[in-house]
């Protein structure tokens, strides 16, 4: 096996937030102490990193999973037509509300509702009358 050479290391820094050293030299690392990554030189001469942030590895949606394609894929979830979406960070939960006024829908209902008793009195009359005519 042969030993490892003495490097020394020189560390760059930065706390901009996706902020990415563009070059680096062998033994040279940077840190981005705001998105919590420790960049390096890998073997290949491309920039990597190391992070400690806490991610979920998987998201399911109604029993559908959903896999990120890269490290950088970003899953974003929106509120449409009167659903209002809020994520608490402390409990790590995504409520979903919705802030349709379902009075207009209940009211619709009853009028369809009586509307249909009113039919249905209707016919009971009809028949009846035309029972009696024989």
Do not use: C, H, R, W
């Amino acid at each position: 096996m042969a030993a490892i050479s003495n490097t020394t290391i020189q560390l760059k820094k930065s706390g901009t937030p996706g902020n990415i050293p563009a070059t680096l030299n062998p033994g040279e690392t940077a840190i981005n102490y705001a998105d919590g990554k420790l960049y390096y030189l890998n073997g290949v001469g491309g920039i990597s990193y190391i992070t400690n942030q806490q991610t979920f590895s998987t998201i399911n949606v109604n029993s559908t999973l959903i896999l990120a394609g890269s490290p950088t894929d970003i899953l974003s979830i929106t509120g449409s037509n009167g659903v209002t979406i809020t994520a608490n960070t402390t409990t790590k939960t995504i409520n979903i509300d919705s802030s349709v006024d379902l009075t207009q829908a209940n009211n619709a209902l009853t009028l369809a509702q009586q509307a249909y008793n009113q039919a249905n009195s209707a016919i009971s009359q009809a028949l009846a009358f035309s029972i009696a005519l024989g």
